[in-house]
């Protein structure tokens, strides 16, 4: 019986469940009108470094995130893994990881229609606001390649360099849309925790799918 339970439920359903929890908390909070006073705080922190420079680094980091670096970022990524790895079915596990956050973001943005904020607007946007398209893309995309690249990381040095580098980039990139002024931090603290549902969901696919083919593969021929 224990070894049932741990074989079905495993860390990544277990990872993605809590984040699903986490968000459906912040998508309640958003329809009852009851997280502006989180909002409204980290705003004022954001926005309160607002210069020259920083205005500057905060665009570029938001343009990283946009849908054609992105794009490139993956087709990129890709290739180094097929042709340096030889590794199809992780071409495969980030294509779906990237392209269902792409899907899950238009379909919830849909559902809610929460109206981008107003006050101090850097750049213009349009579209709806809650969940964070450029935080979703950031999480899947760094964090997928992330868990792809961890095993081929020879060195405890390199891999928490790796982790490190990864939440810079998704923790700056979610900055730029706050420090913009064309999201809510529940707009992107949601759009973390409902990417990285989707993460550990593909993550759990593909390590099942690794553990059958193991399995086919120890059979012994008839």
Known sequence: MNQTLKKNISIPLLVAALCLIAFVSIALSISD????????TLIGWIQGM???GMTRLMQLFTWIGSEVPVVVITILAMLVLYIYLRHKRELLFLACVIA???LLNALIKLVFQRARPTINRIIEVSGY????GHSMAAFSLYGGLAFLIWKHVPTA????LMIILSAIFILTIGMSRIYLGVHYPSDVVGGYFLSGCWLAVCIWFYQRHLERLSLLQSKPLA
Request: charged share 20%; proline share 9%.
């Open 33 to 40: 009108n009851q997280i502006h006073v989180f909002d409204d």
């Open 50 to 52: 607002e210069s020259p």
């Open 100 to 102: 269902g956050s792409t």
């Open 129 to 132: 606001s809650f969940p964070s």
């Open 157 to 160: 040095t390199g891999r928490v």
